[in-house]
């Protein structure tokens, strides 16, 4: 039955926007708004406490500081299960790492892992690596490195995002509680 009704309404799209002049560039920019006014009428109508959704938001955040790709959703949304966080915020959150923004973040978190190792620790070069082996081989320092500054930025930034979107999510709703 389902499957039928998909077909119907794929029939239907089809037969109204059956030439290509009909589906131009300013259609597909009101097709774009609407998608997106749909996303943030569904961020603005979460379900639960602003604290909720916010510790789901901190701990999608914390887990987006880490680099374990492909499994920084799951990892964040197991962790807003824990603190009893908004699930849907805890996805969105992870999403601070993403293919733009992989390298200055990653890069960044292993700059402060080397500064809070300090002199004790070997300074972990780049400069004068001639293949993927040699960097292999300082694999146990620049993954202690990467991950200790995974962790301290991430607990900053989680915390950080916990506050505003506490004060995020209350503002939308006294906002939205005024407008109705």
């Known amino acids: 039955m389902r499957l039928k009704w998909l077909g119907q309404l794929n029939h239907a799209f089809r037969a109204k926007f059956a030439d290509d ?4 560039m300013k259609s597909a920019q009101v097709v ?10 569904r961020f603005v109508r979460l379900q639960g ?6 510790r789901g938001l901190a701990m999608g955040v914390l887990a987006g500081c880490f680099p374990l790709f492909g499994l920084q959703t799951l990892i964040g949304i197991g962790l807003a299960a824990v603190v009893r966080g908004n699930k849907l915020m805890a996805a969105a959150g992870t999403w601070i790492s993403n293919p733009l923004t992989y390298f200055p973040i990653f890069a960044f978190n292993f700059k ?14 780049f400069e004068g690596l001639q ?3 040699e960097m292999m081989a300082m ?6 490195a990467l991950f200790l500054g995974s962790f301290v930025v991430g607990v900053f930034c ?3 995002s916990y506050f505003l979107g ?8 006294q906002r939205r509680s005024r407008s109705d």
């Open 21 to 24: 002049s009909a589906l131009g």
């Open 166 to 173: 506490i004060w995020g999510f209350q503002w939308i709703r």
């Open 158 to 160: 989680s915390a950080l």
């Open 139 to 144: 694999g146990a320092d620049l993954v202690i």
């Open 131 to 133: 293949s993927w082996q």
């Open 112 to 125: 402060v892992g080397q500064w809070l190792l300090g002199p004790a620790s070997e300074p972990v070069s």
């Open 32 to 41: 774009w708004q609407r998608r997106l006014r749909y996303i943030y009428y």
């Open 49 to 54: 406490s602003p604290d909720a959704i916010a």
